[in-house]
């Protein structure tokens, strides 16, 4: 636990993983006033907890009930990181996903303004779909954007329901692109394919990509903007504490890559030769996956952002050398 002094900082999904790795930058900056929302089921993403240092902790669906009843419950709240969403884009539960995802973060946001908390929230690069639209958090028309699963809806909606109530204008939205990196262990399917790949190395040696079914792309080509997970939380940190920033920001590196680029780097920092097995991608999936995701973030650099972006295979060394092999959380 940490202390309690001075304004306070609520962190929904504080527990998980961009949560708390946010919760653990915050702490290198000297914040431990921080109150921390989330939902511990029977998996072990407790263990993300144990290092981190914080005020209190408050389950996810105590929160709004609570916040109802008493609004000034945690006394001045200066700023509400909103990271709590079930994030698996497999999730077929329509209900729950607008329950969860758009409705919370609905209320959540309202009670922030209404009490001049900065509000900062997680959406999602899947808000942009196939890409056909751009992949531009400058001038997007947000209406002609389509996700391809109803995880991306979700988070596409409350987007919507931002610009179209000007709640854009004094608050942030960040739509992450591929982040990896520690505290991820608990996601289970929903783990990076770093994650993944050092289990199957561990086990087999080699590693499994997903064949490619379209003829532009040749297996292990398809491309994704992969973003370390420390370098996500600092430009989460910037956008929050800078007066200029509202509405929604690209998080990502700004750089696409392969799997096989990534995979590579695994192997790399594992000092082994590079074995991969090349499987059909299921058909569940196949209409449904993005082929190209780069992230343009020109608009945060426009604001003056100097932070360094980790090159992939920096990133992935320190993630496999310093975390997963010693199965390390951040803040151990």
Same mark, same amino acid.
């Given at each position: 636990m940490g202390k309690t002094k001075g304004n306070r900082i609520l962190v929904t999904g504080g527990a998980g993983f961009i949560g708390s790795a946010l919760v653990w930058a @915050? /702490? !290198?900056?000297? #914040?431990? /006033?921080?109150i921390l929302c989330d939902r511990l089921g029977s998996d072990e993403k407790w263990r993300n907890l144990v290092p981190?240092?914080?005020?209190?902790?408050?389950? %996810?669906?105590? !929160?709004l009930p609570r916040l109802r009843e008493n609004p000034d419950l945690f006394g001045k709240v200066d700023k509400?990181?909103? @990271?709590?969403?079930? *994030?698996? $884009? $497999?999730e077929k539960d329509a209900a729950y996903l607008m329950r969860n995802n758009f409705q919370y973060t609905r209320e959540l946001a309202q009670w922030a303004l209404e009490h001049w908390s900065r509000f900062v929230y %997680? *959406? *999602?690069a899947a808000t942009? +779909?196939? +890409? #056909?639209? +751009?992949?531009?958090?400058?001038?997007?028309? !947000? #209406?002609? @954007?389509?996700? !391809? /699963?109803?995880y991306g809806y979700s988070k596409h909606l409350f987007d919507l329901y931002a610009a179209r109530n000007g709640l854009d204008q004094s608050i942030v939205g960040l739509k992450y692109f591929n982040v990896f990196g520690p505290n991820e262990n608990h996601k289970g399917d929903m783990r990076s394919l770093v994650n993944k790949a050092y289990d199957q190395i561990v086990e087999t040696g080699k590693v499994k990509l997903f064949r490619s079914h379209r003829p532009d792309y040749e297996d292990g080509k398809q491309m994704r903007d992969f973003h370390y997970v420390k370098d996500a939380v600092e430009m989460t940190l910037f956008l929050a504490d800078e007066p200029k920033a509202a509405g929604l920001y690209n998080i990502g590196s700004g750089k696409a890559h392969t799997w096989i680029d990534l995979t590579d780097a695994i192997f790399k920092a594992l000092g082994k030769k590079a074995e991969i097995e090349f499987v059909d991608m299921p058909e569940q999936i196949r209409e449904k996956y993005q082929y190209f995701t780069e992230a343009k973030i020109g608009k945060l650099k426009g604001l003056d952002y100097e932070g360094e972006i980790t090159p992939l295979e920096d990133a992935v060394r320190d993630y496999v050398v310093e975390y997963l092999v010693p199965d390390k959380r951040l803040g151990d």
């Open positions: @915050l /702490n !290198l900056r000297g #914040e431990e /006033n921080i981190l240092r914080y005020e209190d902790y408050i389950d %996810a669906d105590e !929160l509400v990181f909103h @990271l709590g969403a079930c *994030s698996a $884009t $497999t %997680a *959406s *999602s942009y +779909g196939d +890409g #056909e639209e +751009g992949m531009s958090d400058e001038g997007q028309d !947000l #209406e002609a @954007l389509r996700p !391809l /699963n109803m």
